[in-house]
């Protein structure tokens, strides 16, 4: 079991939309454009370091060192989160009282066009009724209603049966905070996913309570999963004495980033249930939220629950051992 705790959400949240000035008044060079080589300021590596916009959060990647949002660029620099956090609270970081020309974090989203394009597919490829799906049969996830595909397709070179799951992706847009449709993911029987073109996926989640409950956030908890089979799993495996808890899923390790920090900008706490690997923990770390992987080694939270594992237990044994 693992389970990470980290205390420094407050101060990433605190300079969201604000990281390049940020950078720039700790005197922490970067380069002009998105996607641009430029040498490392944390190590000094050349050519390898980079940086761009994701879900409306400056986000970095060094070939040599390390990877992250801005609160990890300047720990890198700094030497460990306590000095970084030092260094943003402790006033060597100042809004600019004056206009300065910054590069702004800005994401364009075309919003009407992705919506059409879901609108399209489900029209032309789904059935009106909501169903039990190919993959959810396989698993014996019983009542799991999504979605679903009424005729056989080809998408991004993978072939989709009928029957197969339709899920939908939904996304505040980084600027105006509107919830939008973003986009479609399909699920084979076997598993093979693929995401409807045009989709925007980076930031985006799927509700997995079961269909038709509406599910407020209890103690203003949102539990991420990774996959959505997950999700149906935890949420299902949580309700316990009128207790439902709000799950959601990211779709893949890189986004549980992207989905916790959506998740504080609701004013809600993220709590990540990773797979247990490699890109799952990296993931989760990487959220700065609390985090609990399964007990074994691969395992997702779908495995551990299929195989009898039950989830309070898991949840109190890693509290136990923190």
Not at 14 to 35: A, C, D, F, H, Y
Not at 80 to 109: C, N, R
Not at 127 to 147: P, V
Not at 290 to 301: I, L, V
Request: net charge neutral; with cysteine; hydrophobic share 35%.
């Amino acid at each position: 079991m693992y389970l990470k705790k980290n205390s420094f959400s407050d101060t990433r949240i605190s300079i969201r939309g604000n990281e390049i000035t940020v950078l720039q008044q700790l005197n922490i060079p970067i380069p002009k454009k998105k996607n641009a080589g430029s040498p490392c300021p944390a190590c000094g590596g050349n050519d390898r370091f980079s940086w761009t916009v994701k879900a409306g959060s400056f986000v970095y990647n060094c070939r040599n060192c390390s990877s992250g949002d801005a609160f990890a660029l300047i720990t890198e620099i700094f030497g460990s989160p306590q000095k970084a956090q030092q260094a943003i609270d402790g006033g060597e970081f100042q809004l600019p009282t004056l206009p300065t020309v910054i590069t702004p974090i800005v994401e364009t989203i075309d919003i009407k066009s992705i919506e059409d394009k879901c609108s399209k597919f489900i029209t032309d490829n789904c059935g009106e009724d909501l169903s039990q799906s190919n993959y959810m049969r396989r698993k014996g996830i019983n009542n799991a209603l999504t979605l679903t595909l009424s005729t056989d397709t080809n998408i991004s070179g993978a072939s989709f049966k009928k029957g197969d799951a339709v899920i939908g992706l939904a996304c505040f847009h980084p600027q105006s905070n509107d919830l939008f449709n973003s986009g479609l993911q399909i699920i084979s029987e076997s598993g093979e996913k693929r995401f409807m073109k045009g989709s925007h996926v980076s930031g985006s989640y799927a509700d997995c309570n079961d269909e038709g409950k509406f599910v407020e956030p209890i103690e203003n908890l949102v539990f991420i999963a990774e996959g959505y089979a997950d999700g149906i799993q935890i949420a299902r495996g949580l309700e316990h004495e009128g207790f439902q808890p709000l799950v959601q899923c990211a779709f893949s390790s890189g986004n549980i980033v992207n989905v916790a920090q959506n998740v504080r900008r609701k004013g809600l706490i993220p709590i990540v249930m990773a797979d247990n690997d490699k890109a799952g923990k990296v993931g989760a770390s990487k959220s700065g939220a609390m985090y609990f992987t399964p007990p074994g080694s691969g395992q997702d939270w779908d495995d551990f629950i299929r195989a009898g594992g039950c989830l309070w237990t898991a949840l109190a044994d890693a509290r136990g051992a923190e």
